[in-house]
Structure formats: structure tokens, C-alpha cells
């Protein structure tokens, strides 16, 4: 059973735009063989490592508006730069 793991008040930030997230999930890649989830836009090139994170459309359009933010990168307090995967 792949672990998921809740943190309250941690930072995350895009270039000048900070914010503290009351409540995010993080879970191990092994979610995804047992959840389907639909990525907006498609990426039929997916690749997920431990630098990687997977966004919600609010979460990507609070950080990023109408730019694309597959391939951009969100700085996460005690995780480091994250790489947008979908």
C-alpha cells in the first residue's frame, strides 16, 4: 500500500509567488497503479521520480494562471524544487 502523507503549513513557491499551504498531500508514486487520475493537459511522455509532483488544475492556476505549468518548477519547504510531471 503506497504511503500518503499530509503536511500543514509548509511553503511552496513559483518564482516571486510564496504561500504557505494549510493542508497538501504527497504520496508515493505507487498511487498511480492503484488510483486513475485525469491530467489536464494529456503528458503521454509521464515521468515521475522523487522530483516530481503532480498538480491539481486549482493548485497549478493559484501558482502559475493560464501559463502552462507542466515542466516548471514549485520550490516545496523541506522537499526542494519539484518538477511538474502533470
Not at 42 to 58: A, D, M, R, V, W
Amino acid at each position: 500500500m503506497p504511503g500518503i502523507y499530509n503536511y500543514d503549513d509548509i511553503l511552496v513557491q513559483s518564482g516571486d509567488h510564496k504561500n504557505v499551504e494549510e493542508n497538501i498531500y504527497f504520496a508515493d508514486p505507487a498511487i498511480l497503479d492503484i488510483f486513475i487520475f485525469p491530467f489536464q493537459p494529456e503528458n503521454p511522455g509521464f515521468s515521475y521520480n522523487k522530483y516530481s509532483i503532480l498538480l491539481t488544475s486549482k493548485m497549478a492556476s493559484k501558482y502559475f494562471g493560464e501559463q502552462p505549468a507542466l515542466g516548471t518548477t514549485l520550490q516545496v519547504e523541506g522537499l526542494g524544487d519539484l518538477t511538474i510531471a502533470g
